[in-house]
């Protein structure tokens, strides 16, 4: 095999490796997660930032992509996609695989004799209970 054929590859797919990877960590930083690991949407204002994050990377990339392609360098534009998706989707199967680790977590039972913590995700604030507390205060006639 041809080592400037390899060198190629490298340098190609380590860019977009670079460049999916800067998206990521730009996504990352515009979202808050709360201490247990649930992600905050975005407030209102600040709702067009990651979209326009995503979309301004993907059209750098397509534009690399397209002078590569009209540069008769193809397989380097190629390796340059395949590098830049591949942190995206490393991303998204973690973000995923978490979420539903968090999922599972929440939804054991106890008598299956796993040990869970009792962890409320923010949010998800427990007014049945305040309510139901507000009942029994009532009727011990306090």
Not at 40 to 57: E, I
Not at 96 to 107: N, P, T, V, Y
Request: proline share 4%; aromatic share 6%.
């Amino acid at each position: 095999m041809d080592p400037d054929v390899d060198r190629t590859r490298v340098v190609s797919s380590s860019v977009g490796c670079v460049l999916g990877g800067l998206t990521v960590a730009g996504l990352y930083a515009l979202y808050r997660a709360t201490w247990e690991g649930w992600v905050l949407p975005a407030a209102r204002a600040d709702a067009w930032k990651g979209p326009t994050l995503l979309v301004t990377s993907a059209l750098v990339v397509l534009v690399l992509y397209v002078i590569a392609v009209r540069t008769g360098a193809r397989r380097m534009g190629d390796w340059l996609v395949l590098g830049y998706a591949l942190p995206l989707v490393l991303a998204a199967a973690l973000m995923i695989a978490d979420e539903i680790f968090l999922m599972l977590r929440s939804r054991v039972p106890q008598n299956l004799g796993i040990k869970t913590t009792a962890v409320m995700p923010l949010g998800r604030s427990s007014r049945a209970d305040h309510d139901r507390g507000d009942r029994e205060h009532v009727a011990r006639g306090g």
